[in-house]
Nanobody
């Protein structure tokens, strides 16, 4: 069982940066694939970035060049560094974990464990 707790969200102006953290419990974090997702009201949860157990990363087109996903297995924590934020980045950000950590899956249904979410609001 893995429990995830996100933090680091907030209200910022366009152009600012935020770093989201995802603290995980459980002894298998280092083997898990991690994904960050964003959800806005009325829309489906969308994949933003992912990282494999081996540290391979991938990003949605909207995040490429601005966001960086990373993980610290010693601290059981994953991060999403978000730079040059835009109003369209607004939403609730969730981190998620899946046991099959050797490749990145962008489908929310592929992830078994989810955090409670953290709100990110970017004003123009």
């Amino acid at each position: 069982q893995v429990q995830l707790v996100e933090s680091g969200g907030g209200l910022v102006q366009a152009g600012s940066s935020l770093r989201l953290s995802c603290a995980a419990s459980g002894r298998t974090f280092s083997l898990a694939g991690i994904g960050w997702f964003r959800q806005v009201p009325g829309k489906q949860r969308e994949w933003v970035a992912g990282i494999t157990s081996g540290g391979i990363t991938n990003y949605a087109d909207s995040a490429k060049g601005r966001f960086v996903i990373s993980r610290d297995n010693a601290e059981n924590t994953a991060y999403l560094q978000m730079n040059t934020l835009k109003p369209e980045d607004t939403g609730v950000y969730y981190c998620a974990a899946r046991a099959e950590g050797y490749f990145i899956n962008t489908a929310p249904s592929a992830y078994r464990f989810w955090g409670q979410g953290t709100q990110v609001t970017v004003s123009s």
